[in-house]
């Protein structure tokens, strides 16, 4: 069975990724925003979620406490894309997030990260 992974990106970041997902051989799952996302981490119970920390309706760090506390969710692994700011990889760490993924953002780093998980899953 194919695996899931749920993304909460701009639609540009989410192209970028739905490419390099299906190189993988991975099936994609998009939000547009974070209560979409949250929805369908429970409906869908993807194998990885990667998600960016502004999303509309409720930022990404929200959505990471909110699937972090809930027992359906909380064994999903998280990943944030985010600046490189210090403060920024403390703040998603204590969110709960699994990993983040900086930019500028390359194919090998996203590749690299998805390896990550799979091979500890």
Do not use: H, W
Not at 61 to 71: I, R
Request: hydrophobic residues 40%.
């Amino acid at each position: 069975m194919k695996r899931k992974v749920l993304l909460g990106l701009a639609e540009a970041l989410a192209l970028d990724f739905e490419k390099i997902l299906a190189e993988e051989n991975l099936n994609v799952i998009k939000a547009s925003d974070g209560q979409e996302l949250l929805d369908l981490a429970r409906e869908e119970k993807p194998d990885l979620i990667i998600l960016e920390r502004k999303l509309p309706v409720l930022d990404g760090l929200s959505a990471v406490l909110l699937l972090k506390n809930d027992p359906e969710t909380q064994n999903i692994p998280v990943i944030v894309v985010c600046e490189c700011r210090e403060r920024q990889e403390e703040e998603a760490t204590d969110a709960g997030c699994d990993a983040y993924l900086t930019r500028p953002l390359t194919n090998d780093k996203i590749k690299e990260i998805l390896n990550r998980f799979y091979r500890e899953s």
